[in-house]
């Protein structure tokens, strides 16, 4: 999988290259360009298709490509084209080039409604993978594609699920009868317009008390482990900043002791 998003980030660079060498050669009409302006032969506008045609030339060229789902490729000139188009409809800035470790995610946008099998999920052209179930697919969903991401403390899986059971969403037109207004504060999370107030949750605030006990020293009863606190508060600070979502014990090995405990935070 590091060796498909490698060569995916590759792949968006390029088809951004052509949309932005086109965009450079073709932004101004004609009779209004200056005269120290190269004029160069016109091309047609790269786009979605265009650039998916494109894809069975650099299978050609370049064969390390065909081992990546061809849905996957198509995928990745979707975003292209979604970043490109938001961009000259001023949604948004100026696309970047993705450096190295920069394209995180690639997308199945298809998936077999079978494709989780007890502790493993069959991803298309890379096969079993182990998987940790988060929660269990509701009754009359099915799954409609797999999104692949590389973070800092492993990979993840989001699936998006769809169902013929769920109504379609009409909004009505606003009036004042049928909305809301709200806004965001320092002292409450939010106030509406009705004058209900919602509290800060303050979830960091409620752990720093669990926190400051566990950056003390770590001694443990069970195993003999003992940590002096700046150690300790090292590691805690480490799974802190990969946003590990729980605080557990995990085996760690150090000089004298072999497969000991050590601490996760979560912020």
């Not at 106030?191 to 003390?216: D, I, M, N």
């Not at 508060?233 to 590990?244: D, E, F, N, W």
């Amino acid at each position: 999988m590091e060796h498909w998003l490698e060569l995916l980030r590759k792949q968006y660079n390029y088809r951004l290259a052509e949309r932005f060498n086109w965009w450079q050669q073709n932004r101004c009409d004609i009779n209004a360009c200056p005269l120290i302006c190269h004029l160069p032969e016109l091309k047609d506008q790269p786009d979605f298709y265009t650039q998916k045609r494109d894809l069975v030339h650099t299978k050609a060229r370049f064969p390390e490509y065909k081992a990546i789902h061809s849905q996957v490729l198509q995928n990745c000139i979707e975003r292209v084209q979604k970043a490109f188009d938001r961009w000259l409809s001023k949604k948004s800035g100026r696309p970047r080039f993705k450096g190295v470790c920069r394209y995180r995610s690639f997308t199945f946008p298809q998936m077999k409604q079978d494709c989780i099998r007890g502790k493993f999920i069959h991803l298309p052209k890379i096969g079993a993978v182990k998987l940790i179930q988060h929660r269990p697919l509701p009754d009359g969903f099915g799954i409609k594609t797999a999104t692949i991401t590389r973070k800092a403390d492993g990979w993840y899986v989001s699936l998006s699920l769809q169902s013929a059971s769920v109504p379609k969403f009409t909004p009505d037109l606003p009036t004042l009868e049928n909305t809301i207004g709200i806004d965001m504060g320092l002292d409450s999370f939010l106030v509406t317009s009705t004058g209900e107030s919602v509290p800060v949750p303050q979830y960091y605030r409620k752990a720093q008390k669990r926190l400051r006990r566990l950056q003390r020293w770590h001694s443990c009863p069970h195993c003999g482990l003992e940590l002096p606190r700046d150690w300790n508060s090292a590691i805690l600070v480490k799974y802190r900043a990969v946003g590990h979502p729980v605080l557990k014990a995990q085996a760690m090995s150090f000089t004298g002791v072999t497969e000991k405990p050590a601490l996760y935070a979560s912020a």
